[in-house]
């Protein structure tokens, strides 16, 4: 079976999670800002020196999970949504000996701390 056709299958069995998503998209005004909001718009920096200490889920992720549960996401559990978050870049778990470390610090210290409402990006971008 090919990759493209259990894609397929999957947006066949689970079309509900479209709709959450826009649901979330239309209550927030972006998916990035429902999932941005947790974390205050900021990545979260981590200080570890051992990956034996590097946690597969946070209490932040068991959080986020448990409302995209209680919404009706699935395959959303705090190990895979940790893992997104790393991923996506809101969290830094690179090892404080990591040079990728610092260089995050720096990225996210550039990064916007709020997000501009829709309206208001229009009226930016003209």
């Known amino acids: 079976m090919s990759i493209d056709m259990i894609k397929g299958l999957y947006c066949l069995n689970y079309p509900d999670q479209t709709l959450i998503y826009f649901q979330v998209k239309r209550e927030f005004g972006s998916f990035d800002k429902y999932l941005w909001g947790y ?9 570890y020196k051992s990956c034996q200490k590097i946690p597969v889920k946070t209490s ?5 999970s448990k409302d995209m549960v209680k919404r009706g996401f699935r395959f959303v559990g705090p190990t895979v949504i940790h893992s997104f978050m790393q991923a996506g870049g809101l969290s830094n778990d690179h090892l404080i000996t990591c040079p990728r470390h610092l260089q995050c610090i720096a ?5 916007p ?10 009226l930016i971008c003209k």
């Open 113 to 122: 701390r709020t997000v501009a409402p829709p309206s208001q990006k229009k």
């Open 60 to 64: 932040k992720s068991e959080t986020i």
């Open 39 to 47: 974390v205050n718009h900021k990545p979260i920096s981590t200080q």
């Open 107 to 111: 990225l996210a210290s550039q990064l």
